[in-house]
């Protein structure tokens, strides 16, 4: 997804590629608008779809 563009990564140091709900820092209650916003664009978190790779978001669906 990268390599076409579509995709983004924030914050790999707080949300690694192995992080989890329990210690990634964009799953933190506070980080709810954040994903709001990326969402209601038609963007998908790996991170809240599938508990992994929280720093990435795509413009493609699953």
Do not use: Y
Not at 13 to 25: D, E, P, Q, V
Not at 26 to 40: H, K, N, T, V, Y
């Amino acid at each position: 997804m990268h390599s076409w563009g579509i995709a983004i990564d924030f914050d790999p140091a707080r949300n690694g590629l192995r992080s989890n709900r329990t210690n990634a820092r964009l799953a933190q209650p506070d980080c709810e608008p954040f994903w709001q916003i990326w969402e209601s664009e038609g963007w998908v978190s790996l991170g809240r779809t599938r508990d992994f790779d929280w720093m990435h978001v795509q413009a493609a669906r699953l």
